[in-house]
Nanobody, 123 residues
Framework: QVQLVESGGGLVQAGGSLRLSCAAS????????MGWFRRAPGKEREFVWA????????RYADSVKGRFTISRDQAKNTLYLQMNSLRPEDTAVYYC????????????????WGQGTQVTVSS
């Protein structure tokens, strides 16, 4: 069984930065891809970034282009999301997810999910 645990969320002023981490554990953890999604109050889950675990290829949402960056540490089975120039509209619960077969932006294709970490950006 794979477990994903996010950390690093918090309250930050607009223009500030946060770094989210997602630690993965499980005897046979070997994802094809991992991703970050977010859900703002009253909105649907939204794709943020995804990374193909083997070669680091990434894909991202236009809303975070130039501000967020995804990375991974394969030795530690850890996924990161560096968030800079944060805006109030980035306020959401951020989730990491792992997909064993695909490398996509559709949340319903991901197999494993963390519990989420709250990011709140004040204006």
């Amino acid at each position: 069984q794979v477990q994903l645990v996010e950390s690093g969320g918090g309250l930050v002023q607009a223009g500030g930065s946060l770094r989210l981490s997602c630690a993965a554990s499980g005897r046979t953890f070997s994802p094809y891809a991992m991703g970050w999604f977010r859900r703002a109050p009253g909105k649907e889950r939204e794709f943020v970034w995804a990374i193909r675990w083997s070669d680091g290829n990434t894909r991202y949402a236009d809303s975070v282009k130039g501000r967020f960056t995804i990375s991974r540490d394969q030795a530690k089975n850890t996924l990161y999301l560096q968030m800079n120039s944060l805006r109030p509209e980035d306020t959401a619960v951020y989730y990491c997810a792992a997909d064993t077969l695909r490398y996509g932006s559709n949340w319903y294709e991901y197999d494993y999910w963390g519990q989420g970490t709250q990011v709140t950006v004040s204006s």
